[in-house]
C-alpha cells in the first residue's frame, strides 16, 4: 500500500509561519512608533526642566526683548494698505498688469518719488510715503464655474471630451478674469483718495484702447439711434392704428367681424397676413428691450477701467505679526539665550568626557 502525503500538515506549519511573520513585524513596527513618540516626550521633558532651573534668564529675555521692541515700534512707520476693485474692458488686463509692475518698480525698488509725484500728481514728500503696488484677480469659484460652461459650449464633440473643469482651469492665467484687485501699501494713510483718479487714469493710459473705446461708444449710440427710429416707427404705426379702431367702433357693428391692420402687402396676398394691435406692441416691446441691453452696455463699456470699488477714506495697518518687534524681538532673545545655555552645557560636556 502507498503511503498517503503529508501536504496538509506542511501548508498548516507555512501558514502558521506566515502569521507569526507578520505579527513580528507589526510588533516591531508599533515599537518603532512608540520609540518615536518616547523620544519625543524625553526630549520635550529635559527642555521644560532646563527651562524651569533658568527661569529668570529667559523671563528676562522675554521682558527686555518685549520692551525693546515695543520702542522700536514705536518709533519706527506703520504700514498701510488699501485696496482699489476694477473691472477691465476691450482686453485691457495686460496693460494695467503692466503699468502695476511698473509702479511697483518706482515705489519699491528705484524709488523714485519725482516720478510718482509727476504721474499721480501729488507732492514728493507723499510719493516717498508710497511703498509698494500689487495687483491679483478677483477669483470666484462660481465665476469660474460660469466661464468653464460658456467655454464648454464652444467646443465641439471630440474636444468636449478632452476638456474638464480641472483641465480649464489650469489653462486660466491671471489675465483671463474681468475683475481684479489693486493692493498699495503707504505709510500714509489719508494719502489713497488723493491719488485715486490719477492712479486710474495711468492704469489705462494706451491709444490703442482709447480708440477701441470710442469706436466702441459710437457704434453703440447707432445702434439706440436705429432702434428709437424703429420705435417711432411703430408709435407711429400705433396711432394709425388707434384711429382706424375708433372709426370702426363707430361703425355698425357686424357679427363675427373683427377689427384687423393690413401691414405692407398683405391684402394684395389674399388676406392671409393681418397683424393686430399685439403685435405691434410686442414688437415696440422688443425694440425697448434691446434699447435697455444697450444702455446697459454703455455703461459697462463706458470706460476702459471700470472702479468696482474705490479707495477708502484712510488706509489700515497692513503688518503681519511677524514685522511687528514686540513680537519678533522676545522670541529671539529667548532663542539666543536657548543657544548660549546649550553651547554652555555641551562645553561642561565634553570637559567631563575628557577626564575620563
Not at 133 to 144: A, G, R
Not at 163 to 187: C, N
Not at 256 to 276: H, Q
Not at 282 to 300: F, V, W
Request: hydrophobic fraction near 40%; charge should be neutral; charged fraction near 25%.
Amino acid at each position: 500500500m502507498s503511503k498517503e502525503s503529508p501536504q496538509p500538515q506542511s501548508e498548516e506549519v507555512d501558514l502558521g509561519q506566515l502569521f507569526k511573520l507578520i505579527g513580528n513585524a507589526f510588533d516591531r513596527f508599533f515599537k518603532f512608533i512608540g520609540s518615536i513618540f518616547i523620544g519625543i516626550y524625553n526630549v520635550v521633558l529635559l527642555l521644560l526642566v532646563h527651562i524651569y532651573k533658568r527661569l529668570v534668564w529667559y523671563a528676562a529675555a522675554i521682558i527686555l526683548g518685549g520692551g525693546i521692541g515695543f520702542i522700536i515700534d514705536m518709533n519706527s512707520e506703520k504700514l498701510y494698505g488699501a485696496n482699489l476693485f476694477i473691472q477691465t474692458n476691450f482686453n485691457s488686463t495686460r496693460q494695467v498688469y503692466e503699468n502695476i509692475k511698473q509702479f511697483h518698480q518706482l515705489a519699491h525698488i528705484d524709488k523714485d518719488t519725482s516720478e510718482l509725484a509727476k504721474r499721480l500728481k501729488i507732492s514728493g514728500v507723499e510719493a516717498s510715503n508710497l511703498k509698494g503696488f500689487y495687483i491679483e484677480p478677483d477669483l470666484d469659484e462660481n465665476n469660474m464655474a460660469e466661464m468653464y460652461s460658456a467655454f464648454y459650449n464652444r467646443l465641439d464633440s471630440l474636444s468636449r471630451l478632452e476638456m474638464t473643469y480641472d483641465r480649464f482651469k489650469e489653462s486660466l492665467t491671471t489675465y483671463s478674469f474681468p475683475i481684479h484687485r489693486i493692493g498699495v501699501a503707504s505709510t500714509d494713510r489719508n494719502l489713497y483718495k488723493k491719488i485715486e483718479e490719477s492712479f486710474v487714469d495711468q492704469l489705462c493710459d494706451n491709444d490703442y484702447l482709447e480708440d477701441i473705446l470710442k469706436s466702441n461708444s459710437e457704434i453703440l449710440e447707432k445702434k439706440d439711434y436705429s432702434l428709437l427710429q424703429q420705435v417711432q416707427k411703430t408709435d407711429s404705426l400705433a396711432k394709425e392704428y388707434l384711429k382706424i379702431r375708433i372709426n370702426e367702433s363707430q361703425k355698425e357693428q357686424i357679427p363675427g367681424s373683427g377689427t384687423n391692420l393690413y401691414m405692407g402687402d398683405a391684402e394684395s396676398a389674399g388676406g392671409s397676413l393681418i397683424v393686430d394691435e399685439s403685435k405691434i406692441i410686442q414688437q415696440r416691446l422688443s425694440y425697448e428691450n434691446r434699447r435697455r441691453e444697450i444702455d446697459s452696455t454703455k455703461a459697462i463699456q463706458k470706460n476702459i477701467i471700470n472702479v468696482l470699488a474705490n479707495f477708502p477714506k484712510s488706509g489700515y495697518d497692513i503688518r503681519e505679526w511677524t514685522d511687528k518687534k514686540k513680537f519678533v524681538l522676545p522670541i529671539v532673545f529667548v532663542v539666543l539665550a536657548l543657544l548660549v545655555f546649550s553651547f554652555i552645557g555641551l562645553g561642561d560636556f565634553l570637559k567631563k568626557q575628557s577626564k575620563l
